[in-house]
């Protein structure tokens, strides 16, 4: 993987200062190695989903995707430091989204990025690539709480800066380059999805809505106060969000025809789910509410205890009342 010839690195990292030429970099030939090792790992995934032959075919691509892991984190991982090759921001972030970073070894590799975040003023130094998967890397390792402060950060570089600063703010559209008002004209788009897969963190990461199958969706309530997101899918539009209160949590779901929503709510002692009917604001246990295929209490999801409720087409209010609330 040392031999891959690739020169580009990481694309449109934020120059600092705003307007010059520095940029922070990974050394050639690391992004590419990880793209090609991380391609094996969703062509053994999409073989296992297929099913067939391609579940066979997709055992020979995780042999390779393995074998590529490994000699990923031995060509660039220095033991000494806990660090992969230069230190630049993509180089913590992209070994652990791959997952090649020994167990052993993991702690430090992320403290060692958090520590690089710090040291960049609480902000992102990296560009396209690092950014697709910083947001997730950070959320997986119990950090979600420093990934919504860089995304609600509005000194430069920031998506923040993008939107307030005052030189030129950005409207309904995300730039190209991150400093932008700096820039000459040259490939430097004022509406472009350079840095567009945020959006997807905080559809499916943050406000807790993914699509899981055809028709499937998962809702899972988070750990911020309130929340909302409204999405299309093939089948309709999708609402979902929350709010906590003192002492309830108040969940709306819309679910399309046809569609199923697979809702994960806390499960503090003894906290019973009701359904407000919208009609006459009366309640009822969710297990007897039309609409609702099943109320399943105990049930564990990612270590934590939660209640899983299955809702069919509808519009929902799920009230759940405690004063021990707790976040999935």
């Known amino acids: 993987l040392k031999h891959i010839a690739e020169h580009y690195g990481d694309w449109i990292p934020p120059p600092w200062p705003a307007g010059s030429g520095k940029k922070e970099q990974p050394p050639h030939g690391f992004a590419a190695g990880f793209s090609l090792t991380r391609a094996f790992q969703q062509a053994a995934e999409l073989g296992r989903a297929a099913g067939g032959q391609a579940a066979v075919d997709a055992e020979a691509f995780e042999r390779l995707a393995t074998k590529l892991g490994?000699?990923?984190?031995?060509?660039?991982?220095?033991?000494m430091t806990k660090r992969y090759a230069n230190g630049a921001m993509i180089t913590y972030v992209l070994p652990l989204a791959l997952g090649v970073v020994p167990t052993e070894e993991e702690g430090p590799v992320f403290e060692n990025l958090l520590r690089k975040v710090d040291a960049n003023n609480g902000t992102w130094s990296g560009g396209i690539i690092n950014n697709r998967f910083l947001w997730d890397v950070l959320h997986d390792h119990r950090a979600a709480d420093r990934a919504l402060a860089m995304l609600r950060m509005r000194d430069y570089p920031s998506f923040g800066f993008m939107f307030f600063n005052p030189?030129?703010?950005?409207?309904?559209?995300?730039?190209?380059?991150?400093?932008?008002?700096y820039q000459g004209p040259g490939m430097n788009s004022r509406n472009h999805h350079a840095y567009s897969s945020v959006g997807h963190y905080l559809v499916t990461r943050v406000a807790g809505l993914s699509e899981i199958g055809a028709g499937e969706l998962e809702a899972v309530v988070g750990g911020l106060e309130r929340s909302a997101v409204r999405t299309r899918t093939s089948r309709g539009a999708v609402e979902f969000g929350w709010s906590y209160g003192a002492e309830e949590l108040i969940v709306d779901v819309l679910v399309p025809v046809g569609a199923v929503v697979q809702l994960f709510?806390?499960?503090?002692?003894?906290?019973?789910?009701?359904?407000?009917e919208s009609s006459s604001a009366r309640r009822r246990p969710a297990e007897f509410a039309a609409g609702v295929r099943a109320v399943r209490h105990g049930v564990r999801r990612r270590g934590a205890a939660v209640v899983?409720?299955?809702?069919?087409?509808?519009?929902?209010?799920?009230?759940q009342r405690s004063a021990e609330l707790l976040t999935v």
């Open 70 to 79: 490994a000699e990923f984190h031995a060509t660039h991982y220095n033991a």
């Open 167 to 181: 030189l030129e703010p950005a409207r309904q559209c995300m730039w190209e380059l991150p400093d932008a008002p």
């Open 265 to 276: 709510l806390p499960a503090p002692q003894a906290a019973a789910v009701e359904v407000v």
């Open 308 to 319: 899983h409720v299955t809702l069919g087409s509808g519009r929902f209010r799920l009230a």
